[in-house]
């Protein structure tokens, strides 16, 4: 079963690789062998599917996309050096990456991640797209964990069709 699974999880991969060619990828085995810690987590997908699990310490699109817009605080004023609309109580102040890490983007399976990071990078902002999703962190048996950081092993997968997971992980939608 685990082998049929990887079998549809590759040509998934391949179909999206093959619709994004312009969009650099990075693969679960690339991140493990460098070093989780040498990369920012993006995840692209909505808050429904997010609320389910999470690669841990992932950012959601929206953080991203707000600390990326944060300048340097200015003396004298609470707010300044924050995007408009967002006050200093609710944003982070520093950077969204450190020197030398790379910021790979993700969803379920790859593609709205690889149309995300061709957004990023045509404004100016490298990022790369995670080759098959979360389907691919699951298969190589890495950790997931939920909004509030607990571990879990449920993962949020559209539909029975895109259940592409094995045990220990637990497809829902």
């Known amino acids: 079963m685990a082998d049929s699974l990887r079998g549809r999880l590759?040509?998934?991969?391949?179909d999206i690789s093959n619709q994004l060619r312009d969009v650099a990828e990075v693969s679960v085995e690339e991140i493990l062998a460098k070093g989780v810690d040498q990369f920012v987590f993006v995840?692209?997908?909505p808050p429904a599917e997010r609320d389910v699990s999470m690669i841990p310490g992932a950012v959601t699109a929206e953080e991203f996309?707000?600390?990326?817009?944060?300048?340097?605080p200015s003396a004298g004023h609470p707010s300044a050096g924050h995007p408009a609309g967002v006050d200093a109580d609710h944003a982070d102040d520093g950077p969204i990456k450190q020197e030398g890490q790379m910021i790979v983007a993700y969803c379920t399976a790859g593609y709205r991640s690889g149309v995300f990071?061709?957004?990023q990078n045509k404004r100016g902002?490298?990022?790369v797209n995670l080759?098959?999703?979360l389907l691919s962190w699951c298969d190589q048996q890495q950790p997931l964990t939920?909004?509030?950081?607990?571990?879990?092993?449920r993962v949020h997968v559209y539909s029975r069709m895109w259940n592409l997971v094995s045990n220990p992980y637990e497809g829902v939608w």
């Open 117 to 119: 990071a061709r957004e």
């Open 125 to 127: 902002q490298p990022v």
């Open 65 to 72: 996309a707000r600390r990326q817009q944060v300048g340097p």
């Open 43 to 45: 995840d692209v997908r």
């Open 10 to 14: 590759v040509q998934i991969a391949c």
């Open 146 to 153: 939920t909004a509030d950081g607990q571990p879990t092993h």
């Open 131 to 133: 080759r098959g999703g």
